[in-house]
């Protein structure tokens, strides 16, 4: 029973991270914040917290509730759309915006506070429809498959998200003096505007 139970936590281990492990606007964001050297930890803890809150809620049921109210579902993708939109706009002014100094993130008022931070990745966590479809939907009907052993392969996804947000944020803060210059901070915020805008014009037609 227990080598079951293990080879099920391995099973959510991995299939956790294939869904984890993309390149969205949570990623984008906390890459950012980890090359910032900006509030990495709380980030990283509130992603991954509301991951596990997610994967647990659909292992206990909540995807079918989720399926049983497709409208909720599209206001959802048009309320998320709309938000990812606005960030990609103001990564794309960032972009344009000249700097004084050779590290943009020094510049008063350049990084988010971090109450703003914290709520920036809440958003871009609960207001993302995509994460209900890799959490709750996929991962939840996933485990349930599992019958007595579907909370090892919850606990399995769940590890996976600790991981992946751990070594990305980590990861990116040891990229800082990459970003020493305004020239590269300037080709992250256009990146990021790419990311975000095609997202949330992809959700709102999508809806």
């Known amino acids: ?52 809150v997610l994967i647990s809620a659909g292992t206990a049921g909540l995807g ?38 050779a590290h943009p993130g020094a510049e008063p008022g350049r990084n988010l506070g971090v109450w703003a931070a914290l709520g920036t990745a809440l958003a871009l966590t609960w207001l993302n429809p995509h994460t209900y479809l890799d959490t709750v939907l996929t991962l939840g009907s996933i485990a349930n498959s599992h019958s007595n052993a579907k909370w090892a392969f919850a606990i399995g996804a769940c590890i996976a998200s600790l991981l992946w947000f751990g070594m990305l ?25 790419v990311v975000m805008s095609g997202l949330g014009v992809i959700l709102v037609v999508s809806a």
């Open 169 to 193: 944020g980590f990861g990116a803060k040891k990229m800082a003096p990459v970003f020493a210059s305004s020239r590269a901070w300037r080709l992250l915020d256009a990146a990021i505007a």
């Open 64 to 101: 079918a509730v989720i399926t049983a109210h497709p409208n909720a579902v599209v206001l959802a993708r048009y309320v998320g759309g709309a938000y990812l939109i606005a960030l990609g706009a103001f990564a794309a002014k960032r972009t344009w915006r000249p700097t004084a100094g």
């Open 1 to 52: 029973m227990t080598t079951t139970y293990l080879l099920t936590a391995l099973a959510g281990l991995v299939t956790g991270a294939g869904l984890i492990i993309a390149i969205g606007p949570q990623n984008v964001f906390v890459i950012r914040q980890g090359i910032a050297g900006r509030y990495v930890v709380p980030v990283i803890t509130v992603c991954a917290i509301s991951d596990i």
